[in-house]
């Protein structure tokens, strides 16, 4: 264990060093604070949704859904897409970005609890029918969201195709510096419950007969989840597959049930690979702000091969 | 003592537990029989609160069950389910200290690796601490979620089918175990037993359920009788005496 987490520790700083340094030529007063920036938003976002799945997972008792498999993603672009849509592209635009995004997480933050209770329950259905309320709902969101694009007028649709594109290089430095603080905070809520999680994986029955109060702890959990998701994903839109690629490796690397290891390792996981990819991109590929492409390209490709062993069973 | 209230459950319309009311002691051991379907496990749910009651109340030593902190029921009772649901990648040893989170809440003092210890040596497990759940045969996993409840450490330990799928020699033992706890800690064991044999010979008292009633309760000598069983059962029985215990066969 702690050799996984001193070997992850380094390839972050080192992945860190690279994206600050590679290819700076000359101008560091100009380049240094941007690319801290961008710097930082990859590892909190990163570690943010690396812990929020661990506990969803624990919580719905599976190793395969997220929140963003659960529907998640497609009610970020329903609620980015009602609030264009309901104040105009112009009032949009001019609005302060704290203020929109404030409302966009505040609005996503409430449905995303409707949505989780909806779906979840008390996390005692089973995983099918689980599964199948956070495809029905996904869907509904996504059908809500496609009318809206075509009743929409150019203007505004434009607004909400800068704002639903994940991108970790443009943001809001007080954007970023208050989403920071509200992650850390989950991020640290999530590690005082660390025991509580263990106790959980018992599964209800099993936690309830160690004396765990059940239902507050998958409420809070569940709170956690909303918060980190929301927050985040308000800061750079959604990165679909990111966090069931982190949580997986890590428990591979841990090879523990214990959430103080599977939380830090997953949170330093996702660091370097989002780190490491964004460095990688900007100079080797020389692309620019798809590094949620490419996760998603990654991640797809793991989660139908993880649905196929699942199903072999 | 446990005192159970006209303790009443039904899944839609049909009537599981019907208006059961039962003290049980606060010592010696309890078995319930009855067949498939009889209403024991949801009856054990129910006192042990994993499951909400329709109507009537069930007392733990002064405590409602059904009100009190999760917590406070933790210490003084715990519940072996019929089937258990296996946390991914946790040892055998870690499974057994998640049964002190009641006192410890995850936090292990010495007092809980002695307990952790007494209760994998008691299950025959000293030796399987470090596997994991899932590299374990059926009867050892069930041995390990019993020293689980063990390592609870609690008056009441209440079990629901705990020779589930044991070879015959870990089954005698863990029956015999049942009985040393409760002769010599003074634990009141409470457990739910399709061996009516094992139960005829390791029991104080025998509750035998049937539609959701209790419709026979007393000694292995009121219970373990050709009527009686013939009652339960609605299949007919032959009870032998043999060195003194009463063995039924329903076999042929
Ligand atoms: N969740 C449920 N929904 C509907 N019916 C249920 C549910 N749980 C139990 N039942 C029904 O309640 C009755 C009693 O079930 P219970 O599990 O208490 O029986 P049991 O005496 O423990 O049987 P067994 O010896 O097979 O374990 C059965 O007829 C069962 O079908
Ligand atoms: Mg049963």
């Not at chain 1, 966009?104 to 996390?123: E, H, W, Y």
């Not at chain 1, 208050?178 to 994986?201: H, N, S």
């Not at chain 2, 063990?150 to 799928?165: C, G, K, V």
Request: net charge neutral; proline share 3%; glycine share 8%.
């Amino acid at each position: 264990m702690r050799r996984v987490v001193l070997a992850l520790t380094l390839a972050t700083l080192g992945a860190a060093a690279l994206l600050l340094t590679w290819g700076v030529d000359g101008h560091w007063d100009f380049a240094l604070p941007r690319r801290l920036e961008t710097l930082a938003a990859l590892v909190i976002v990163g570690a943010a949704v690396a812990v929020a799945t661990v506990v969803f997972q624990t919580v719905t008792a599976s190793r395969i859904l997220t929140p963003s498999i659960m529907g998640f993603d497609s009610l970020y672009v329903l609620v980015a897409t009602l609030i264009v849509w309901s104040t105009g592209a112009a009032t949009a635009l001019a609005m302060p970005p704290l203020a929109l995004f404030a409302l966009n997480t505040g609005v996503m933050l409430g449905a995303s609890l409707l949505l989780f209770r909806a779906v979840i329950g008390d996390g005692t259905r089973g995983l099918y029918t689980t599964v199948l309320a956070g495809v029905i709902a996904g869907t509904l969101f996504s059908s809500i969201s496609g009318f809206l694009f075509r009743v929409m007028d150019p203007n505004a649709f434009d607004v909400l195709m800068a704002d639903l594109f994940a991108s970790f290089t443009s943001i809001d430095t007080t954007l970023l510096a208050v989403g920071a603080v509200v992650l850390t905070a989950a991020v640290a809520g999530a590690f005082a419950m660390a025991r509580r999680l263990d106790v959980l994986a018992l599964g209800r029955d099993g936690a309830i007969g160690v004396g765990l109060d059940h239902r507050r702890t998958v409420m809070l959990a569940m709170a956690l989840v909303a918060v980190l998701v929301s927050v985040s994903t308000a800061l750079v839109g959604p990165v679909t597959f990111l966090g069931l690629l982190v949580a997986n490796l890590a428990y591979r690397l841990t090879g523990t049930h214990r959430h103080g290891a599977n939380l830090l390792v997953a949170m330093l996981v996702a660091a370097v690979a989002l780190v490491l990819g964004q460095a990688l991109l900007q100079h080797v590929l020389a692309f620019n702000g798809t590094l949620g492409s490419l996760i998603s390209l990654v991640g797809g490709v793991v989660f139908i091969a993880m649905l196929i062993k699942e199903s072999r069973r | 003592m446990i005192t159970l209230d006209s303790l009443t459950k039904s899944y839609d319309d049909h009537l599981v537990v019907d208006g059961v009311s039962l003290e049980l002691p606060s010592a010696g051991v309890t078995s319930i029989i009855g067949p498939n379907g009889a209403g024991k496990s949801t009856l054990l749910s129910m006192v042990s609160r994993l499951l909400g009651v329709d109507a009537g109340t069930v007392d733990l030593d002064g405590l409602d069950v059904h009100r009190a902190p999760s917590r406070e029921v933790a210490r003084r009772l715990a519940i072996l389910r019929q089937d258990s649901h296996t946390p991914a990648r946790i040892t055998v040893r870690e499974l057994v200290e998640l049964g002190r989170h009641p006192h410890s809440k995850g936090r292990l003092t010495p007092a809980c690796h002695a307990a952790v210890d007494a209760a994998l040596a008691r299950c025959d497990l000293a030796d399987l601490d470090r596997r994991g759940l899932h590299e374990l045969s059926g009867g050892q996993r069930q041995r390990a979620y019993v020293a689980m409840v063990l390592a609870q450490d609690t008056r009441y330990l209440l079990l629901d089918e705990p020779l589930n799928s044991l070879d015959l020699v870990h089954a005698t033992a863990l029956m015999q175990l049942l009985r040393t706890l409760s002769d010599e800690h003074g634990t009141s064991v409470v457990l739910v037993l399709h061996d009516i044999n094992y139960a005829s010979v390791h029991s104080d008292r025998i509750i035998a359920m049937r539609d959701g009633r209790v419709v026979r309760d007393g000694t292995p000598e009121e219970v373990i009788t050709e009527e009686a069983l013939s009652d339960v059962y609605g299949a007919p029985f032959r009870v032998h005496h043999l060195d003194g215990d009463r063995i039924a066969a329903y076999y042929r």
